[in-house]
């Protein structure tokens, strides 16, 4: 079945580490991929959307988040994380052509100060 | 624009009752959804619509029905609430061109 899977369910950091999120995916053609964040009480924010090109791509806040196509994957990256960073994070596919977004499981980032 | 909004916030209801979720959005987005976001399993599509008069089941439609009469309006309604049916549920949009969607701050059920 196709599927998106977040491997890090919470990941807690102290500030300034770096931060690395798993995304992987199982769809076999050409896919749209997000990542959205949820700060505690809140909706979903889109972080940060790839859809062709450069696949190193940057989002907001210091966020970047690498396509590797051979691998099925799109992690998310910040160098050094912030105790506002303190959020739930979903990755996303959609497949080209597709309607509907498949969400991941999401991973929950505790950031201690 | 006010984006997606959705109404109301919190609401409590009581098994075997009846109601209706709000969304509105004000883009001019053919596309909506509707999804319930349960504790661990991320966010799961309940309808869709791909323009006004157009809906289709999502992954987890059962004991939901939605209408589209509008491209600004997509109500979701529950007939004969659940426990199960307690939930997070968000409303989101897109444009025809753009795959992102637009997500409102949601409405948190709680079925007793």
């Known amino acids: 079945a196709q599927s998106v899977s977040q491997h890090n369910h919470h990941v807690i950091l102290s500030e300034a580490a770096s931060l690395e999120l798993g995304c992987n995916y199982s769809?076999?053609?050409?896919?749209?991929l997000f990542w959205y964040v949820q700060y505690p009480g809140q909706h979903l924010q889109l972080l940060l959307k790839?859809?062709?090109?450069?696949?190193l791509v940057k989002g907001i806040k210091g966020f970047e988040a690498e396509f590797i196509k051979s691998k099925f994957s799109f992690n998310l990256r910040k160098p050094s994380v912030q105790w506002s960073d303190t959020a739930e994070y979903f990755c996303?596919?959609?497949?080209?052509?597709?309607?509907?977004?498949?969400f991941g499981t999401g991973t929950r980032l505790t950031v201690i100060p | 624009n006010a984006g997606v909004t959705q109404t109301p916030k919190f609401r409590i209801l009581k098994i075997g009752q009846s109601m209706t979720l709000q969304c509105t959005q004000d883009?001019?987005?053919?596309?909506m959804y509707w999804y319930r976001q349960d504790p661990g399993m991320g966010l799961k599509l309940i309808y869709y619509?791909?323009?006004?008069?157009?809906?289709d089941k999502g992954e987890v439609p059962n004991g939901y029905n939605v209408s589209r009469s509008t491209t600004e309006d997509f109500p979701l309604r529950l007939e004969l609430a659940a426990p199960s049916q307690t939930s997070v549920y968000f409303c989101a949009s897109r444009p025809g061109q753009s795959y992102e969607q637009y997500f409102g701050p949601g409405t948190r059920l709680t079925v007793t």
């Open positions: 769809y076999g053609g050409t896919v749209n």
């Open positions: 790839y859809f062709s090109g450069d696949p």
């Open positions: 883009m001019n987005h053919n596309y």
């Open positions: 619509s791909v323009g006004a008069g157009i809906t």
């Open positions: 996303a596919v959609i497949p080209t052509g597709a309607n509907n977004l498949f």
